[in-house]
């Protein structure tokens, strides 16, 4: 069955570093990962999208990068500040119509001041 | 630009009940889908609406069903509730086939099943 695995475990990181985000998946065959970010008691709010045939994608202070070969894909978050502090949710969503996004579980983002 | 709004935002129910969620999409958007979010996990998709006819359904059994409204509107109804049906429950709109925006969500309804 079709598996997406984020470290369950949250990530503290001191403001100004760069924060790595990472997302493994296996039997899936995506069309398109995108990144989400929730705050507690929030729906997702998108950040980006990265297609299966690119490689990296920038917006800002963030970046993600996709490798199908590896089933993975790296969020980072460079200069985080506390106000970066929140969960992060990797989705993936396939070719077929009625897509779906299939999440994974999250990461718990905490940047300290 | 409105984004999506839900209603009610928490709800308390007993078990053996019928709910209705409702949701507002998005000005512009054409497709409403439904989450589930257990506390602690990421949403579970429960089916999506596209010109008022469901379009895909995730593994949710059949007292989960909705409706999509010719304004795109939609609803979401859960009948003979479980203890297990507490969760979020997420609406998120989009315009098919256009995947390069992502889906925008709402705040969602907080339901509990006493």
């Known amino acids: 069955s079709q598996k997406i695995e984020q470290n369950s475990e949250a990530l503290n990181i001191q403001e100004g570093k760069t924060a790595t985000l990472t997302c493994n998946y296996t039997?899936?065959?995506?069309?398109?990962l995108q990144w989400y970010r929730q705050d507690p008691g929030r729906g997702p709010v998108f950040l980006l999208l990265i297609r299966e045939n690119e490689k990296e994608k920038r917006k800002e202070r963030l970046k993600v990068t996709f490798d199908t070969t590896l089933k993975q894909s790296l969020f980072h978050i460079t200069a985080s500040q506390p106000a970066d502090s929140a969960t992060y949710l990797c989705a993936l969503e396939g070719f077929n119509a009625g897509n779906m996004l299939t999440f994974g579980g999250g990461t718990r983002l905490m940047v300290k001041p | 630009e409105t984004g999506v709004t839900q209603s009610p935002t928490h709800l308390i129910k007993t078990r053996g009940q019928q709910v209705t969620l409702r949701c507002s999409s998005q000005?512009?958007?054409?497709?409403v889908s439904w989450y589930q979010q257990a506390l602690g996990q990421g949403p579970q998709f429960i089916f999506q609406?596209?010109?008022?006819?469901?379009?895909g359904r995730g593994n949710f059994p059949p007292r989960f069903s909705g409706l999509q409204f010719p304004n795109y509107s939609s609803e979401l109804n859960v009948n003979a509730l479980e203890l297990d049906d507490s969760a979020l429950y997420l609406c998120a709109s989009s315009f098919y086939s256009d995947a390069n925006y992502g889906y925008t969500f709402g705040s969602g309804t907080r339901l509990t099943v006493v």
């Open positions: 000005s512009g958007h054409n497709t």
């Open positions: 609406y596209y010109r008022e006819e469901e379009n």
């Open positions: 039997n899936y065959s995506p069309a398109y």
